[in-house]
């Protein structure tokens, strides 16, 4: 049959014949584990709320929507969707298995369920047949970056649902940088007092406006209350977020807050510009004992396995000129400021791990040679393989492939982005695995993500126009791996960008090219 699911399902088996869903199709459960899976897809279908268990349906019981799990499948993540003239069945080798097996199903129905649920009195057909379907890759994420721009919750929410119509299972919140600090630290006030605010020149072309922009405040911030709404969003999507809370570098934000925490003594202001700066957290006791109170409160609020700690960029003069510093790298033995820099990384990843946390870093970290049981994200040309070869977990995220910051298309009209290019064709042929390894190295692909960073993209709808469809591309990438079919995913491109339209969601619509 022809399928319009994105990423494509492993087997679709067409049946003849066809099942009428309508407002009164109850949705039941056999394991309790299931109920909130069952409260989703209520929740999508706006259909009747019907708890019965689906092993005490009788065949008096009218027909419905059955989700229950089967350990005969693949994984926590496989699925199998039958449906018949006489009901549907989401299977799932867990709940997420049937998480997803719920996101086919209503890819099989129109957008315009998927927008607002079934309307009652209507009759839905959807054709008998069966889908099978397991992803190839355990870490399929998307990151988005709120410090550069801030977007608000309900935007996070719409983005996360985004990641889940997609069946991708991590969001990397980028939460802090040099341009604002957005998690509410309950015992740092001044953090998102100070360090989430930042000033902005806008232009404006107001004729009464002597010099025609005006400066004004931007920011925001996420308060606790606001990241555990969003957390458990994200979990009953079966996703699950990952902070990021960028250090040593990238630090601006924090320093405008706390300065005391510099190697040099000045004050700091909220970037309102973008690139790298010189000034970084100096590695000193009172510094880590800070950075133990913040990442205290990350655990807290975020209940998921890994915690992001950043690591990028990190500027080393102000290290280099500090007294403090130079005398650590002797005692220590750490070489040069490389060494300091993993130093620090072990530091705090030392905290985390009593924490009970997973660290994940961006892949400066090797320089500084941290511990193995770092996961390291891989965004600079050859950095993967490094990191494989070293024996580190790793998440693919190469900047000239999955950075949806890029521009998508050589068309001239084109919004602006930051710079290079990466097309649709391109993040669809992407594969995570480096070639000529061959998996002994001891470090293995977890999967990857596509990053979104917010330099130039002020506001929600920037953000999908530029992840939008290209985070289609990689979503079925991780999901199908090797079974993809870019002839057959341009077959499906315009039934998606008018789903895209049909959810109010602006995805981009430039010409897209194959790649030759
Ligand atoms: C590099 S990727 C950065 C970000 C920028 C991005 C722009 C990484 C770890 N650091 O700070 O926003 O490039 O594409």
């Not at 190697?263 to 100096?282: A, M, T, Y």
């Not at 990350?298 to 500090?322: M, N, Q, S």
């Not at 890029?406 to 480096?434: C, K, M, N, W």
Request: aromatic share 10%.
């Amino acid at each position: 049959m022809s399928c319009p699911v994105i990423p494509l399902p492993a087997r679709a088996t067409p049946a003849s014949g066809g099942f009428v869903l309508t407002a009164a199709t109850p949705v039941r459960v056999a394991s309790g584990d299931l109920e909130p899976v069952a409260a989703y897809l209520r929740g999508q279908l706006r259909c009747a709320s019907h708890a019965a268990r689906a092993d005490a349906a009788s065949a008096a019981s009218p027909p419905g929507i059955d989700l229950r799990l089967d350990p005969a499948l693949s994984g926590a993540e496989a699925y199998a969707l039958h449906i018949d003239e006489a009901g549907i069945t989401l299977a799932g080798g867990a709940a997420a298995g049937c998480f997803y097996a719920a996101q086919t199903l209503l890819q099989l129905l129109p957008v315009e369920v998927a927008a607002g649920g079934l309307v009652a009195g209507r009759d839905y057909h959807l054709s008998c047949g069966e889908y099978r379907d397991a992803p190839a890759l355990g870490w399929r994420g998307m990151h988005l970056d709120c410090s550069r721009h801030f977007f608000p919750p309900d935007f996070i929410r719409r983005y996360i649902d985004l990641l889940a119509m997609h069946k991708m299972n991590r969001f990397h919140w980028h939460l802090t940088d040099d341009q604002g600090w957005r998690l509410e630290i309950a015992r740092y006030p001044a953090l998102t007092r100070i360090g989430a605010w930042r000033d902005r020149t806008v232009a404006g072309h107001t004729s009464d406006h002597p010099r025609r922009y005006r400066e004004e405040r931007h920011g925001g911030f996420y308060s606790r209350r606001e990241v555990r709404d969003i957390v458990a969003y994200a979990r009953e999507r079966h996703v699950e977020v990952v902070p990021e809370i960028d250090i040593p570098g990238h630090a601006a934000a924090l320093l405008a807050a706390h300065p005391e925490l510099a190697c040099r003594r000045r004050e700091f202001q909220v970037e309102s510009h973008f690139g790298i700066f010189p000034d970084v957290l100096c590695p000193r006791e009172e510094t880590f004992a800070f950075l133990e109170q913040v990442f205290t409160e990350v655990a807290e609020l975020f209940p998921g396995d890994y915690v992001h700690i950043g690591g990028d960029e990190v500027v080393k003069t102000a290290w280099r000129e500090c007294a403090h510093c130079q005398q650590l790298i002797r005692d220590r033995g750490l070489g040069d400021e490389d060494g300091l820099h993993g130093y620090f990384v072990a530091r705090v990843a030392e905290i985390l791990r009593g924490l009970g946390k997973r660290v994940v870093a961006w892949d400066e970290v090797l320089a500084g040679a941290v511990s193995r049981d770092t996961t390291v994200m891989c965004w600079n040309s050859d950095a993967g393989r490094r990191a494989l070869e070293a024996g580190y977990p790793a998440v693919m995220t190469p900047v000239d492939t999955v950075y949806f910051d890029f521009y998508q298309s050589t068309s001239r009209d084109e919004p602006r982005a930051i710079h290079g290019l990466s097309t649709l064709g391109r993040v669809y042929h992407y594969r995570p695995q480096p070639a000529g390894l061959g998996g002994g190295e001891g470090g293995r692909v977890l999967g990857a993500q596509g990053n979104v960073w917010t330099e130039y993209l002020p506001t929600g709808d920037a953000v999908c126009y530029a992840a939008l469809p290209r985070m289609s591309a990689l979503a079925e990438a991780l999901w199908c791996g090797e079974r993809r079919d870019w002839a057959d995913f341009c077959g499906r491109l315009p039934g998606l960008l008018a789903r895209f339209d049909g959810l109010g969601v602006p995805a981009a619509r430039s010409v897209y090219k194959p790649m030759a």
